[in-house]
């Protein structure tokens, strides 16, 4: 249920999630996420032939895919059952079938609103603390 392409820089990237397949079903991964591994092997710079070899099973078995995603490479894991299309529609648990879910409602997505600004009031100075000689006379007067 996916399609990979190496990239410019040897990392082997999602070029498409196919649909209604395994990959798209657990609604996690996305075109342009770099696959870092399959179950506990590191497949960084390895050739595409390899991954297929590691990723393709017997229907009905599982594989989890590590990948990261973003500048900042955030990792994250997906497990799927491996099968086609007709495959998954009789075997997959019924919760596993579902659609992709539908993005998050805007007040998640929406950055928290910036803090308002507030104007400067300054305090007045206790009444036990004196002032020295060269303070501006003009700022003791203040509120």
């Given amino acids: ?7 410019h820089d040897g990392k082997i990237v999602v ?3 196919v649909q209604n397949m395994s990959a ?3 609604n996690l991964i996305k075109p342009g996420d770099v696959i870092v ?3 506990h092997v590191n497949v960084q710079n390895q050739p595409l032939a390899n991954l297929r070899e590691l990723i393709l099973g017997e229907p009905g078995t599982y594989v989890t895919l590590g990948f990261s995603r973003g500048a900042a490479g955030q990792f ?5 059952m491996r099968g086609t299309a007709d495959y998954l529609d009789k075997h997959m648990p019924r919760q596993q079938q579902q659609a992709p879910a539908p993005e998050p409602p805007q007040q998640q997505q929406q950055a928290p609103p910036p803090p308002q ?3 400067y009031q300054p ?3 206790p009444t036990s603390v004196q002032s020295t000689s060269n303070a501006n006379p003009s700022l003791s007067s203040m509120p």
């Fill in 1 to 7: 249920g996916l399609l990979f392409q190496t990239s």
């Fill in 15 to 17: 070029k498409e999630v």
């Fill in 24 to 26: 798209w079903r657990c």
């Fill in 37 to 39: 591994k399959v179950g």
């Fill in 76 to 80: 994250y894991e997906a497990k799927m």
């Fill in 117 to 119: 600004q507030q104007s």
């Fill in 123 to 125: 305090r007045p100075a």
